[in-house]
């Protein structure tokens, strides 16, 4: 779809496609023909809406051709609500009496131009008439001799009155006034008291199920209360889209131009370089008679361990350290210590160069997995102990992580108040090889310290009620 | 030699005159339109180059941000600040099953619904980089998802309040300068944009926003005058949410239990209505009466002069019978329940009312009992208008214009209007109020009226005195000069028809109401028209030197200061901050 077109539809479909108002459901378009054989192919048609039985013929509308509904839905809009004969609902939001009864125009079509937009349209006819009108002198004229720099400079010169900045050159004391709008076909609309009478009186007999919610008004170009007056929208377009990065926007994704393909030309995800984090309980040895942590309600007032994983992406060795504040944010304070805040990950090189190496790791990144459960104090009789790396393999290092939840003493809690999580900063250094990426020009062995720190929020569970937990 | 002066001589008459005459405007014949230059024809040394390309345009609000295209008559999205919109990815549980029917925790009146704000004006325990925050994510929405256009290079339009603390103004900006690569940006005022697509130069403009309701006198595009109540639609809200409440324990007390009940009541600083249900309600019911005794017909239109011709208001509108007390019987409204959506609650019609009249008109309460900062909306207008001088207030009183999300409300523009004038009547312009007042001024009536008496008396003694010049009374007696007839003036009478001729008549004196689009449509509307703003940002000079980089001096003074005028050649020196100072 081209730029212009967006600009000028917006990034909503400009076919056949609409969205229903009420549901948000497409809308079908199917004939109304009373002769069955020949609905397939011939009108009159409207739109319907599979779920709720909406269809355009609530406000009146049919349509004469099944193609580009688009422009005729567009059509309908300029004509207020239909130009089928209807008693038009929209009554209570026209400014009846501020029609001039002096004007020549027919009833129909001030009615027809009472909407916002055309009074939008007729005020930006207006003024740009009042600005050439306000500013008579050619441009090439003025004064001082030069340009007149722009010629709607007067509305210009009188925006700046009340702040006091003046643009315009020595031509001000010339040029007569703006004056206001002065009738309806230049834009003005008086309040009718009256006006809302009719809607209030609406309001009371059809009582809350015609009236629009505030989702459906939402989906609206102008809002309106009553669900008589909502129009089908053409749904939002899906985009494909490059992102930059928001400090130097530098391309960090784009998509492949091809309409049909899902690929990428460039894809720089974050999850390349930076160590993905995972995190699961430490269950207390089976002998002691601590209960096991559930996540769902992680025991308050009681430390409780936790593992945390470090997986390496890069194919450097990575030094971590990782910090944390002391007390969770948030309005309940629960302590966290990392007890081995500073370790190494190491390389994630090929396992095939980890094969042909040393094989100092014990364990192959294959079983990193989160569904074995560990227990301190297990098989090995291990306990987690400050300062020391839980357990390291090729390209991943666990640590332990003690969290003392406080306790949740209020009945009635805010949504997600009890949601432990804990953030924590996590700072990395590692020496790149720049022989790797390709940027050997000296084709020396040179290394480059690299760092990179950034904040990041492991959410962990729901912290068990202090009641609850006592009672189980 | 002779060649060549020929040669300079003819050379603007063959090039230049012919180009001038066809542009120059015949007098006699009607305007031609004019031709606009294109940007390369426009002075190079012009500050702010308008870009080929259109603004964006964007509005923040207490509530909602609205993006759009300049030249359009409505913004292209209007997005929340609610918990709704800052939900992490992923997080579906709006739809789950049973949400609707969670237990809602009962909030404190004072931080009720605070989460659904994108900012507070007081600035304590306000999280700056939070609203930062919401601001990027509601734009980074809008231009992704609504506007589909990349920032970078767009000129904005922004749409802010104009008082403002500079924290806040200093985020907003550092905001969009920072994480959008935006050349610049203007910032334009509400009342003043609100005035402008109203297709007025002049009005009282009383935008009824969420936290605070602003009346802002404009005259001639200037803010003259500036009143504000927190009687907005945040208590509107949070009224509707008690009404719902009440209801709702009163017809589901056998299925919540007693005990709750009992408990609900006692608390009466505690809401347990969530902000969705009660502005759902508000947006869907909510209505206003017309002030009682009246008929919504106003007998002020039928007071209106006669020569107001086009502009008029109605006065031969068809109203049927539309009586207030047609409205006060009481039709039962199925809707539903707050505590679960399944049951619906009765809530007679009338009750829908109440929440608008007692929190935007405070029908219940004194006048004593009212602070300055929550007058009640007519109570603010009457003020406002009474502190505008003489000739302006009569220019603005007709122009009311109602902005701001509590105009959507049926019926209160027309009772706004109602109440406003009923007190102009009971009134009369006067500042003081009170009973001392209503006892001076019943005096000085009496004073007057005995004047009046004796002096009929005088004159009466006078001719029975001197019966010798009871022909000629008007010579003897001299009046005082404040009862002496107007001496026309010849001169000025034949100026002022001549005013009369080239301008239309201007409404003024009574009370009136004019529609507005909003403010996003008249900075679109203005955007549209390339009409330069006086507040202009640029980039390089925000980010250099923060807002103490604006220049002081303009703020001081409304008036137009000519010598300092000039635009700035290469955008170096300074950038105002004009009202937002």
């Given at each position: 779809?081209?730029?212009?077109?967006?600009?000028?539809?917006?990034?909503?479909?400009?076919?056949?496609?609409?969205?229903?108002?009420?549901?948000?459901?497409?809308?079908?378009?199917?004939?109304?023909?009373?002769?069955?054989?020949?609905?397939?192919?011939?009108?009159?048609?409207?739109?319907?809406?599979?779920?709720?039985?909406?269809?355009?013929?609530?406000?009146?509308?049919?349509?004469?051709?099944?193609?580009?509904?688009?422009?005729?839905?567009?059509?309908?809009?300029?004509?207020?609500?239909?130009?089928?004969?209807?008693?038009?609902?929209?009554?209570?939001?026209?400014?009846?009496?501020?029609?001039?009864?002096?004007?020549?125009?027919?009833?129909?079509?001030?009615?027809?131009?009472?909407?916002?937009?055309?009074?939008?349209?007729?005020?930006?006819?207006?003024?740009?008439?009042?600005?050439?009108?306000?500013?008579?002198?050619?441009?090439?004229?003025?004064?001082?001799?030069?340009?007149?720099?722009?010629?709607?400079?007067?509305?210009?010169?009188?925006?700046?009155?009340?702040?006091?900045?003046?643009?315009?050159?020595?031509?001000?004391?010339?040029?007569?006034?703006?004056?206001?709008?002065?009738?309806?076909?230049?834009?003005?609309?008086?309040?009718?008291?009256?006006?809302?009478?009719?809607?209030?009186?609406?309001?009371?007999?059809?009582?809350?199920?015609?009236?629009?919610?505030?989702?459906?008004?939402?989906?609206?170009?102008?809002?309106?209360?009553?669900?008589?007056?909502?129009?089908?929208?053409?749904?939002?377009?899906?985009?494909?889209?490059?992102?930059?990065?928001?400090?130097?926007?530098?391309?960090?994704?784009?998509?492949?131009?091809?309409?049909?393909?899902?690929?990428?030309?460039?894809?720089?995800?974050?999850?390349?370089?930076?160590?993905?984090?995972?995190?699961?309980?430490?269950?207390?040895?089976?002998?002691?008679?601590?209960?096991?942590?559930?996540?769902?309600?992680?025991?308050?007032?009681?430390?409780?361990?936790?593992?945390?994983?470090?997986?390496?992406?890069?194919?450097?060795?990575?030094?971590?350290?990782?910090?944390?504040?002391?007390?969770?944010?948030?309005?309940?304070?629960?302590?966290?210590?990392?007890?081995?805040?500073?370790?190494?990950?190491?390389?994630?090189?090929?396992?095939?160069?980890?094969?042909?190496?040393?094989?100092?790791?014990?364990?192959?990144?294959?079983?990193?997995?989160?569904?074995?459960?560990?227990?301190?104090?297990?098989?090995?009789?291990?306990?987690?102990?400050?300062?020391?790396?839980?357990?390291?393999?090729?390209?991943?290092?666990?640590?332990?992580?003690?969290?003392?939840?406080?306790?949740?003493?209020?009945?009635?809690?805010?949504?997600?108040?009890?949601?432990?999580?804990?953030?924590?900063?996590?700072?990395?250094?590692?020496?790149?090889?720049?022989?790797?990426?390709?940027?050997?020009?000296?084709?020396?062995?040179?290394?480059?310290?690299?760092?990179?720190?950034?904040?990041?929020?492991?959410?962990?569970?729901?912290?068990?009620?202090?009641?609850?937990?006592?009672?189980? | 030699?002779?060649?060549?002066?020929?040669?300079?001589?003819?050379?603007?008459?063959?090039?230049?005159?012919?180009?001038?005459?066809?542009?120059?405007?015949?007098?006699?014949?009607?305007?031609?339109?004019?031709?606009?230059?294109?940007?390369?024809?426009?002075?190079?040394?012009?500050?702010?180059?308008?870009?080929?390309?259109?603004?964006?345009?964007?509005?923040?609000?207490?509530?909602?941000?609205?993006?759009?295209?300049?030249?359009?008559?409505?913004?292209?999205?209007?997005?929340?600040?609610?918990?709704?919109?800052?939900?992490?990815?992923?997080?579906?549980?709006?739809?789950?099953?049973?949400?609707?029917?969670?237990?809602?925790?009962?909030?404190?009146?004072?931080?009720?619904?605070?989460?659904?704000?994108?900012?507070?004006?007081?600035?304590?325990?306000?999280?700056?980089?939070?609203?930062?925050?919401?601001?990027?994510?509601?734009?980074?929405?809008?231009?992704?998802?609504?506007?589909?256009?990349?920032?970078?290079?767009?000129?904005?339009?922004?749409?802010?309040?104009?008082?403002?603390?500079?924290?806040?103004?200093?985020?907003?900006?550092?905001?969009?300068?920072?994480?959008?690569?935006?050349?610049?940006?203007?910032?334009?005022?509400?009342?003043?944009?609100?005035?402008?697509?109203?297709?007025?130069?002049?009005?009282?403009?009383?935008?009824?926003?969420?936290?605070?309701?602003?009346?802002?006198?404009?005259?001639?595009?200037?803010?003259?005058?500036?009143?504000?109540?927190?009687?907005?639609?945040?208590?509107?809200?949070?009224?509707?949410?008690?009404?719902?409440?009440?209801?709702?324990?009163?017809?589901?007390?056998?299925?919540?239990?007693?005990?709750?009940?009992?408990?609900?009541?006692?608390?009466?600083?505690?809401v347990a209505v969530d902000l969705e249900q009660a502005e759902e309600v508000t947006t869907r019911m909510a209505w206003c009466r017309s002030r009682l005794g009246h008929t919504p017909t106003s007998p002020k239109s039928k007071v209106l002069p006669a020569q107001l011709g086009n502009a008029s208001i109605a006065e031969d509108e068809p109203t049927e019978s539309a009586t207030s007390s047609d409205f006060n019987e009481d039709i039962p409204i199925l809707i539903p329940s707050p505590s679960s959506p399944r049951v619906s609650i009765h809530i007679p019609f009338s009750a829908f009312a109440l929440p608008v009249e007692t929190a935007l008109l405070g029908d219940s309460l004194q006048r004593y009992e009212l602070d300055d900062h929550d007058q009640p909306l007519h109570k603010l207008i009457y003020r406002s208008l009474l502190a505008l001088p003489p000739d302006v207030r009569a220019v603005c009183m007709s122009r009311i214009i109602f902005t701001g999300g509590g105009s959507n409300i049926l019926g209160l523009k027309a009772r706004l209007m109602d109440e406003v004038a009923a007190l102009v009547e009971a009134r009369g312009w006067d500042s003081v109020e009170g009973k001392a007042a209503d006892e001076r001024r019943r005096r000085l009536k009496e004073i007057s009226g005995n004047r009046q008496l004796t002096k009929a008396?005088?004159?009466?003694?006078?001719?029975?005195?001197?019966?010798?010049?009871?022909?000629?009374?008007?010579?003897?007696?001299?009046?005082?000069?404040?009862?002496?007839?107007?001496?026309?003036?010849?001169?000025?009478?034949?100026?002022?028809?001549?005013?009369?001729?080239?301008?239309?008549?201007?409404?003024?004196?009574?009370?009136?109401?004019?529609?507005?689009?909003?403010?996003?449509?008249?900075?679109?509307?203005?955007?549209?028209?390339?009409?330069?703003?006086?507040?202009?940002?640029?980039?390089?000079?925000?980010?250099?030197?923060?807002?103490?980089?604006?220049?002081?001096?303009?703020?001081?003074?409304?008036?137009?200061?000519?010598?300092?005028?000039?635009?700035?050649?290469?955008?170096?020196?300074?950038?105002?901050?004009?009202?937002?100072?």
């Amino acid at each position: 779809m081209p730029l212009s077109v967006i600009k000028s539809e917006g990034p909503r479909c400009s076919r056949n496609c609409f969205n229903c108002p009420i549901c948000t459901a497409p809308l079908a378009t199917s004939s109304l023909n009373p002769d069955p054989e020949k609905r397939a192919v011939s009108g009159p048609w409207v739109l319907s809406c599979g779920f709720c039985n909406w269809s355009t013929l609530e406000l009146g509308w049919q349509f004469e051709n099944k193609k580009n509904m688009h422009q005729q839905v567009a059509k309908l809009r300029n004509g207020g609500q239909s130009r089928f004969a209807r008693t038009p609902p929209t009554d209570f939001a026209k400014s009846g009496g501020s029609e001039p009864p002096s004007e020549t125009e027919t009833p129909f079509v001030s009615e027809l131009d009472d909407t916002p937009d055309a009074a939008f349209a007729s005020f930006r006819s207006f003024y740009s008439s009042q600005l050439s009108a306000s500013n008579p002198a050619d441009p090439l004229l003025t004064p001082s001799g030069g340009f007149n720099y722009s010629s709607p400079s007067s509305l210009a010169r009188i925006m700046s009155l009340y702040t006091g900045r003046s643009f315009g050159k020595k031509d001000t004391g010339k040029s007569s006034l703006m004056r206001e709008t002065s009738d309806f076909s230049e834009g003005l609309r008086i309040v009718d008291p009256t006006c809302d009478d009719e809607a209030i009186r609406k309001l009371r007999t059809e009582g809350w199920t015609r009236t629009a919610s505030v989702a459906q008004q939402a989906g609206q170009h102008h809002a309106s209360n009553f669900v008589a007056n909502l129009r089908p929208m053409p749904p939002l377009l899906r985009t494909k889209r490059s992102k930059r990065c928001r400090a130097c926007r530098h391309l960090l994704v784009k998509p492949e131009q091809k309409v049909q393909s899902t690929r990428f030309r460039i894809r720089l995800v974050a999850l390349n370089y930076i160590p993905t984090i995972s995190f699961k309980p430490l269950q207390p040895s089976p002998s002691t008679e601590l209960p096991p942590i559930d996540l769902k309600a992680i025991p308050p007032l009681r430390p409780s361990q936790f593992l945390l994983t470090l997986k390496n992406p890069l194919f450097d060795v990575v030094k971590v350290t990782l910090a944390t504040p002391v007390q969770a944010p948030g309005r309940y304070s629960h302590k966290v210590t990392i007890l081995c805040p500073e370790f190494e990950i190491g390389s994630n090189v090929d396992q095939w160069d980890e094969a042909l190496g040393d094989g100092k790791s014990q364990r192959s990144s294959k079983f990193l997995g989160l569904s074995k459960v560990e227990y301190a104090g297990g098989e090995s009789g291990r306990v987690a102990e400050a300062g020391k790396v839980w357990e390291k393999g090729r390209n991943w290092t666990t640590v332990v992580v003690e969290v003392v939840c406080a306790a949740i003493t209020e009945n009635e809690s805010e949504e997600d108040e009890d949601v432990l999580e804990i953030p924590v900063f996590v700072r990395m250094e590692w020496e790149a090889d720049l022989e790797r990426e390709g940027k050997d020009e000296a084709k020396t062995e040179r290394k480059e310290k690299r760092e990179l720190a950034y904040w990041t929020v492991v959410g962990v569970g729901r912290v068990g009620k202090l009641g609850a937990a006592s009672t189980s | 030699m002779a060649t060549a002066a020929g040669y300079f001589d003819r050379k603007p008459s063959s090039a230049t005159r012919p180009r001038l005459s066809h542009l120059q405007p015949d007098p006699s014949s009607p305007h031609t339109p004019q031709r606009t230059f294109s940007s390369a024809f426009n002075s190079p040394s012009l500050s702010f180059r308008i870009s080929e390309e259109e603004p964006l345009i964007f509005e923040f609000g207490t509530r909602h941000f609205s993006a759009g295209y300049a030249g359009e008559s409505a913004p292209r999205c209007r997005l929340g600040f609610g918990p709704e919109e800052s939900r992490r990815v992923g997080d579906y549980r709006k739809w789950m099953p049973g949400y609707a029917e969670r237990k809602r925790k009962r909030r404190r009146v004072d931080i009720w619904g605070d989460d659904h704000e994108l900012w507070r004006m007081d600035l304590r325990g306000l999280d700056m980089g939070l609203v930062g925050d919401k601001i990027e994510r509601a734009v980074r929405e809008a231009v992704t998802k609504h506007l589909l256009v990349d920032m970078k290079g767009k000129r904005l339009v922004v749409v802010l309040p104009s008082l403002m603390p500079h924290p806040l103004l200093n985020t907003v900006l550092g905001t969009l300068f920072t994480r959008f690569q935006n050349p610049g940006i203007t910032l334009l005022s509400p009342p003043v944009l609100s005035t402008v697509v109203a297709g007025l130069r002049s009005g009282l403009v009383v935008d009824i926003g969420w936290r605070e309701t602003v009346v802002a006198g404009i005259y001639d595009y200037r803010e003259v005058h500036e009143n504000r109540t927190t009687r907005a639609m945040q208590m509107v809200t949070l009224e509707m949410a008690r009404l719902l409440e009440k209801h709702d324990t009163e017809q589901r007390k056998d299925a919540t239990k007693p005990v709750d009940a009992v408990k609900e009541e006692a608390d009466d600083t505690l809401v347990a209505v969530d902000l969705e249900q009660a502005e759902e309600v508000t947006t869907r019911m909510a209505w206003c009466r017309s002030r009682l005794g009246h008929t919504p017909t106003s007998p002020k239109s039928k007071v209106l002069p006669a020569q107001l011709g086009n502009a008029s208001i109605a006065e031969d509108e068809p109203t049927e019978s539309a009586t207030s007390s047609d409205f006060n019987e009481d039709i039962p409204i199925l809707i539903p329940s707050p505590s679960s959506p399944r049951v619906s609650i009765h809530i007679p019609f009338s009750a829908f009312a109440l929440p608008v009249e007692t929190a935007l008109l405070g029908d219940s309460l004194q006048r004593y009992e009212l602070d300055d900062h929550d007058q009640p909306l007519h109570k603010l207008i009457y003020r406002s208008l009474l502190a505008l001088p003489p000739d302006v207030r009569a220019v603005c009183m007709s122009r009311i214009i109602f902005t701001g999300g509590g105009s959507n409300i049926l019926g209160l523009k027309a009772r706004l209007m109602d109440e406003v004038a009923a007190l102009v009547e009971a009134r009369g312009w006067d500042s003081v109020e009170g009973k001392a007042a209503d006892e001076r001024r019943r005096r000085l009536k009496e004073i007057s009226g005995n004047r009046q008496l004796t002096k009929a008396k005088k004159v009466e003694t006078n001719n029975a005195n001197n019966p010798m010049n009871s022909k000629t009374p008007g010579e003897n007696i001299p009046l005082p000069a404040s009862q002496a007839p107007q001496v026309t003036d010849p001169i000025e009478e034949k100026i002022r028809r001549e005013q009369e001729k080239a301008t239309r008549p201007t409404v003024s004196g009574v009370i009136r109401g004019v529609e507005t689009l909003g403010a996003w449509a008249g900075a679109s509307l203005l955007a549209s028209l390339r009409i330069k703003g006086v507040v202009e940002i640029e980039r390089d000079a925000f980010l250099q030197h923060g807002l103490a980089g604006a220049r002081r001096d303009a703020e001081a003074s409304a008036a137009p200061q000519r010598g300092m005028a000039r635009p700035s050649i290469g955008g170096q020196t300074g950038w105002t901050l004009g009202p937002w100072a």
